[in-house]
């Protein structure tokens, strides 16, 4: 939420942004009348703070396990989590340090997150998707 403050991509009619020391990538609003040029998005500019940032809320928040995009920096629109939207549903727990956290269904959409205790305290592990409500699909956190 905090990038989009600096960078509103929506407004620059953008949906997503993925940036990375390969190259990056652009994904338009279906519903834009006009988007930005590229050099108006100021590509790279953020790279190295976005990431370092989020590598940051993972070491608090997340298991310490290989991520894929972690080098990335990709604003999305709408958001992939939004705390006035995203309610846990129901939790699981399948095993003594492991749980997993159904969030309601958002535009026929379900997330799981799976969260294991380490060292005395709840991180996330891994996230996943389903839109038919029986197989999930692995998404990056």
Do not use: N
């Not at 403050?5 to 834009?32: N, W």
């Not at 006009?34 to 809320?57: G, M, N």
């Not at 026929?108 to 380490?118: C, Q």
């Amino acid at each position: 939420m905090r990038w989009l403050k600096v960078r509103p991509i929506h407004e620059l009619g953008y949906s997503r942004i993925t940036e990375s020391s390969s190259g990056y990538s652009t994904y338009g609003l279906q519903s834009a009348s006009r988007r930005a040029a590229v050099d108006e998005l100021k590509i790279h500019e953020f790279t190295t703070r976005a990431v370092r940032e989020k590598k940051s809320i993972f070491k608090q928040f997340a298991t310490p396990r290989k991520r894929v995009m972690a080098d990335a920096f990709v604003q999305v629109y709408p958001l992939a989590y939004d705390p006035k939207r995203d309610r846990i549903a129901e939790i699981r727990q399948v095993a003594p340090d492991y749980c997993i956290a159904y969030m309601q269904p958002v535009d026929d959409v379900t997330v799981r997150y799976h969260v294991a205790l380490k060292d005395g305290r709840w991180l996330i592990d891994l996230k996943d998707r389903t839109i038919d409500h029986a197989k999930f699909e692995k998404r990056s956190l």
